[in-house]
């Protein structure tokens, strides 16, 4: 990938559980560049999982969290970047993933997400009496939102991740510096 001169992003957007992190990693492996999950780095800096820290400051306190260290990590080094399924709600965000990096909408149906995740107990906004239903309203508000960030939109439901990596380097016409992990 290019040097830090003239620095190249792609970042990863779509609904939790549609494989940003999984996806997004292996992207890197193969193009020999930085992985970056935005989650992470918050993670790290307020010591807390995601969780705890919804629980204990609220929503809004951690859209602001997410919002300063999207536009830190959207003006860094080349990397590939997986963002929080609501990163796109706010509209400097939109921006800028829109305008300093190249975007990838992974593009899953709820009731997809809701196989991958229904035992998952990370995630904040699914631990509810009905995640399905929450999945849903989640697509209808956000999947907009999405395409309106995204320069490309990708299919996520294909055989194995490293077809869907090819699948997303084709499309974005990515050299490879390493072959695909089975
Ligand atoms: C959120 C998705 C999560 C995380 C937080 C909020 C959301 O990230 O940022 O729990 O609003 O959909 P993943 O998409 O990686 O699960």
Same mark, same amino acid.
């Given at each position: 990938?290019?040097?830090?001169?003239?620095?190249?992003?792609?970042?990863?957007?779509?609904?939790?559980?549609?494989?940003?992190?999984?996806?997004?990693?292996?992207?890197?492996?193969?193009?020999?560049?930085?992985?970056?999950?935005?989650?992470?780095?918050?993670?790290?800096?307020?010591?807390?999982?995601?969780?705890?820290?919804?629980?204990?400051?609220? /929503?809004?306190? $951690? *859209?602001? #969290?997410?919002?300063?260290?999207?536009?830190? !990590?959207? @003006?860094?080094?080349?990397?590939?970047?997986?963002?929080?399924?609501?990163?796109?709600?706010?509209?400097?965000?939109?921006?800028?993933?829109?305008?300093?990096?190249?975007?990838?909408?992974?593009?899953?149906?709820? /009731?997809?997400? $809701? *196989?991958? #995740?229904?035992?998952?107990?990370?995630?904040? !906004?699914? @631990?509810?009496?009905?995640?399905?239903?929450?999945?849903?309203?989640?697509?209808?508000?956000?999947?907009?939102?999405?395409?309106?960030?995204?320069?490309?939109?990708?299919?996520?439901?294909?055989?194995?991740?490293?077809?869907?990596?090819?699948?997303?380097?084709?499309?974005?016409?990515?050299?490879?510096?390493?072959?695909?992990?089975?």
């Amino acid at each position: 990938m290019n040097s830090n001169s003239n620095p190249q992003r792609i970042a990863c957007v779509g609904l939790p559980g549609s494989g940003k992190t999984t996806v997004g990693r292996q992207l890197a492996r193969r193009i020999g560049c930085r992985f970056i999950d935005s989650d992470h780095v918050m993670e790290n800096r307020i010591g807390a999982s995601i969780r705890e820290f919804f629980e204990r400051e609220g /929503e809004p306190a $951690f *859209r602001d #969290l997410e919002e300063a260290v999207i536009d830190e !990590l959207t @003006q860094g080094e080349s990397c590939v970047l997986s963002t929080g399924g609501g990163a796109v709600l706010r509209p400097a965000n939109r921006q800028h993933l829109l305008a300093r990096t190249t975007t990838v909408y992974l593009h899953s149906a709820p /009731e997809e997400v $809701f *196989r991958r #995740l229904r035992h998952d107990q990370s995630r904040p !906004l699914l @631990q509810v009496a009905d995640p399905l239903a929450r999945l849903k309203e989640l697509y209808a508000a956000r999947d907009p939102l999405y395409r309106e960030t995204a320069h490309h939109v990708i299919e996520t439901g294909r055989p194995s991740v490293a077809s869907l990596v090819s699948a997303i380097m084709l499309e974005l016409k990515l050299e490879a510096c390493e072959p695909p992990r089975p």
